[in-house]
């Protein structure tokens, strides 16, 4: 028994290991439903929900170690039943969760949910700016805005607005004034949601919004489909195009106008410091699909999708790549690691001569792929990183480094 443990525990680290590699982590979730919002109110609470179908099955879990264990609240929904869709809590206790069988309000951190009223709507998204005033976005046919200032016990029907056509619609508050809508079309209010004003879009192709993130009544940033990633600075007077290639952008989650993240269609990760200007990709899942991203600081993150996946971060999504000479070099060059031979760390140093996209891989002597330590786009400068063979059998390996136009492959010992 004991030796059966210990390879399951090794297969586990292995796994959690390579994973590392990325700077983000699998967390095991308990679930397999399709996840479409993680929030978290602190450092060790948050929630994440979601559904799929068919057969129906929703699901709504909760944490209170920051990741480590997840308890599963779905039965805290009956009778109703949610197909949850967006949720959004404003401290331990209270919270709501907004899905296609209605809005759902909990005061109690999750351990039972009382439906509200509009009833029996479709609630798209969910945003409070405190315990009891906040707005929701309901599809009927069109798709309308509802704000309540007494924790959902009514809804202020003559301050909602119904925009020309039903498609979902999201929402952001900067204060108790201003915020922004979105949908096809970005809609803007000054004072909470009475009025709502069509701002005027950039030339951009066609498109469907699915976020907007507001980290100021003047600084915004939305995502959509089509690569579509608009910032703006003045209060949406400008949107400024922040494009990543031809990627839909699922989600994100900005820290402040220069540093964000965004989850793909493509089941990628990607993160800019310097204004959308680049997107440098940070990891990957072949498989699952990236709904919704969250950071409780600027380097704690976390992303949730389908498979019930939900991956985390505590270094900001490195993985160790440290840049230690600002000159520009004059060519690429790969240079020999050292130690080596090695056990169990070696350092791999590498220039790079202009801005390119860099991947450095590290292969075994069959040729088959073990760790990728570099994959985003570097500045001009000399870098290096730390390849850990702890978890690797001895033997011969080879580091390539790839870009445009060059490449070269060195080999290495590793010495148990």
């Not at 209270?94 to 005061?107: C, E, Q, R, S």
């Not at 994100?252 to 310097?274: D, E, R, V, W």
Request: hydrophobic share 35%; aromatic share 16%; proline share 4%.
């Amino acid at each position: 028994m004991k030796k059966i443990f210990f390879i399951f525990y090794c297969l586990l680290f292995i796994t959690n290991y390579s994973l590392c590699q990325s700077g983000w982590i699998q967390l095991n979730t308990g679930t397999a439903t399709t996840l479409n919002k993680i929030q978290f109110v602190n450092s060790k609470t948050g929630w994440a929900g979601g559904f799929q179908g068919i057969p129906i099955s929703y699901v709504i879990i909760k944490t209170t170690d920051a990741g480590l264990s997840w308890t599963d609240q779905s039965g805290n929904f009956s009778p109703y039943g949610n197909r949850v869709l967006s949720l959004f809590f404003t401290d331990a206790n209270t919270g709501y969760v907004a899905g296609a069988d209605g809005l759902f309000k909990t005061t109690n951190g999750g351990n039972n949910y009382l439906i509200l009223p509009p009833m029996g709507m479709a609630c798209i998204d969910c945003f409070f700016i405190n315990a009891i005033t906040g707005w929701v976005s309901v599809a009927t046919g069109v798709s309308e805005i509802y704000k309540t200032t007494n924790g959902g016990t009514n809804w202020a029907s003559n301050l909602y607005s119904s925009f020309p056509s039903p498609r979902y619609t999201y929402v952001r508050f900067a204060n108790s004034n201003t915020g922004w809508c979105v949908n096809d079309s970005i809609f803007k209010t000054n004072n909470g949601g009475i009025n709502w004003t069509r701002q005027v879009l950039p030339v951009i192709p066609f498109h469907n919004f699915y976020g907007v993130y507001t980290l100021s009544p003047d600084t915004a940033w939305i995502v959509g489909t089509s690569g579509i990633i608009l910032f703006t600075s003045n209060g949406g007077t400008n949107w400024v195009i922040k494009n990543l290639n031809d990627y839909g952008v699922i989600s994100g989650y900005f820290l402040n106008s220069m540093t964000g993240y965004i989850t793909t269609n493509t089941s990628g990760i990607y993160k800019t410091t310097n204004n959308g200007t680049n997107w440098i990709p940070q990891f990957t899942d072949s498989v699952n699909i990236f709904n919704s991203i969250y950071f409780t600081s600027k380097d704690t993150g976390y992303v949730c999708g389908s498979g019930g996946k939900i991956y985390k971060t505590v270094n900001g999504g490195s993985i160790g790549i440290r840049k230690i000479d600002e000159n520009t070099p004059d060519k690429f060059c790969l240079y020999q690691n050292y130690p080596n031979p090695f056990n169990p760390t070696t350092s791999i140093r590498y220039q790079v001569e202009s801005i390119k996209f860099i991947k450095l891989v590290v292969y075994n002597i069959l040729g088959k792929e073990v760790a990728t330590l570099v994959n985003e786009k570097q500045s001009q400068g000399v870098y290096e990183v730390t390849f850990d063979g702890s978890m690797y059998p001895s033997g011969v390996y080879f580091y390539r480094l790839e870009t445009e136009n060059y490449s070269e492959t060195k080999k290495m010992l590793l010495i148990k």
